[in-house]
């Protein structure tokens, strides 16, 4: 099955569907959620990414790159700009922008106390202006940082929500729990590169073929370079005694 074939028209349907809905602030804003947490409430935001986080533990970073409109936005860019970006050390900025995020959510509640549950919080104050804001402000971070630094950048240095699903991922793995991963086939890799060359991620794919480890933490699950093996050494399992 080639994997990208259905990969591609899900994600790039679903940015244009978030964009043109002008939906992002509903469940993907990193400021709503920070909204709702000073007023001590829990609202969809929260609820969003509590589902992410817990989603994370079977599927991994999969959501990035089947259902996040961010990654939807760049496999559209991906017929212009054909060069990824690298995977440099630039990669920590993710986790100060998470931290940063993620301390001033639970300072809210610190402060604040707990109230409970509403819902719409943060929603209603939400007006056409502020959500065209929202939406062009995502594309205007997305589309310069693909530009420079090349397909999936942002993915790599700055996303906030990229952190959630690699301490799931974690979890999972250090507990040895069942969940969706890659599986390589050491003895049917033929040393062709292909793998790595068709990584979004620059994940050096056919070196972790060769030592039988996959499961880096940049992986998206996107399933590229199960697609280009041509001798079946990649594969998906939901089993953990792979990851050696
Ligand atoms: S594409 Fe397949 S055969 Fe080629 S290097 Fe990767 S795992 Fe090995
Ligand atoms: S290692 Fe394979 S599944 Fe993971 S990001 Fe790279 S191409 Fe996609």
């Not at 609820?47 to 989603?55: D, E, R």
Request: hydrophobic fraction near 45%.
């Amino acid at each position: 099955m080639q994997y990208q074939k259905i990969r591609k028209p899900i994600v790039i349907s679903t940015a244009i569907l978030v964009h043109l809905l002008l939906v992002f602030h509903l469940l993907f804003s990193p400021v709503i959620i920070v909204m709702a947490s000073h007023k001590g409430y829990i609202n969809a935001s929260f609820i969003a990414f509590a589902i992410m986080i817990l989603l994370s533990l079977f599927f991994g970073r999969a959501y990035c790159s089947w259902f996040c409109p961010g990654c939807g936005v760049q496999e559209f860019m991906s017929f212009i700009v054909k060069r990824k970006a690298k995977n440099t050390k630039a990669r920590i900025i993710k986790y100060f922008i998470f931290t940063l995020w993620i301390g001033t959510i639970i300072s809210g509640y610190v402060i604040n106390g707990f109230q409970g549950i509403d819902i719409s919080m943060g929603m209603n104050d939400i007006t056409l202006q502020k959500k065209i804001i929202m939406t062009v402000g995502i594309i205007l971070i997305i589309v310069p940082l693909t530009t420079i630094f090349g397909l999936f950048a942002s993915c790599k240095y700055v996303c906030w929500q990229a952190p959630f699903m690699i301490i799931g991922t974690k979890i999972r793995d250090f507990f040895k729990l069942p969940g969706l991963r890659l599986k390589a086939k050491t003895e049917n890799c033929k040393s062709c590169k292909l793998c790595t060359k068709k990584c979004p991620m620059d994940i050096d794919v056919m070196a972790q073929v060769k030592i039988g480890k996959m499961g880096h933490v940049e992986c998206l699950l996107c399933g590229n370079c199960i697609d280009a093996c041509k001798h079946e050494a990649i594969s998906f399992t939901t089993k953990c005694e792979n990851n050696k």
